[in-house]
């Protein structure tokens, strides 16, 4: 199931957007007419794409489209004005916001939002390897400490040190880091 939280001033165009965002698959669809009713409800909540139909009733949605960009993990999509759309797309662009021109063609419509899908597909995945990476880099600063351990406090060369860590570890069946905890745990006090 999609979300979206849509934010636009005018009710009307609510309504036609709104159903063409049902028509593209999504099902639960929030409407706000405020910056601030809108910050409010993204805050408690996670939408797969933010809508903001500018200009809305007191700026003109790129401040807001901002926020959203550097908030959330939600692709952000930003309807503008024809005549704005050059000005808004060169300073939305390095925040990740998708500018579209109205009157919003239907069929270009879906590509846009084909192409936040596919963006966000491959954002997840390099969010995903980025935290493999930080578990991997934790993981090897406590082993790099276990080792520090036995050579401060054993007299091991760095070389014995990786050794026995493996080698207890093959033994006890268990991993370098549960062993590289119970040296800590034993030396570190």
Do not use: W
């Not at 036609?16 to 028509?23: D, V």
């Not at 500018?54 to 004005?81: C, D, M, Q, W």
């Not at 759309?85 to 084909?114: M, R, S």
Request: include cysteine; charged fraction near 25%; charge should be negative.
């Amino acid at each position: 199931m999609k979300n979206a939280l849509l934010i636009s001033h005018s009710e009307q165009s609510a309504v036609s957007l709104s159903q063409l965002l049902g028509s593209e698959g999504y099902t639960e669809i929030s409407v706000c007419q405020t910056s601030q009713e809108a910050k409010e409800l993204a805050n408690g909540e996670v939408f797969d794409l933010i809508c903001v139909n500018a200009p809305l009733e007191k700026e003109n949605g790129i401040e807001l489209s901002k926020y959203f960009a550097g908030t959330t993990r939600s692709s952000v999509v930003i309807i503008v004005p024809q005549r704005n759309a050059d000005y808004v797309n060169d300073a939305l662009t390095e925040h990740g916001v998708l500018v579209i021109a109205k009157p919003v063609n239907k069929h270009l419509f879906h590509h846009f939002l084909q192409f936040t899908e596919c963006f966000k597909m491959r954002m997840f995945r390099v969010i995903e390897e980025n935290e493999k990476l930080k578990h991997m880099v934790a993981d090897m600063k406590i082993i790099n400490r276990a080792k520090f351990l036995l050579i401060t406090c054993l007299n091991m060369s760095e070389d014995q040190a990786h050794r026995y860590l493996e080698k207890q570890a093959m033994d006890l069946r268990t991993s370098k880091l549960e062993v590289a905890k119970q040296v800590i745990r034993t030396y570190e006090n």
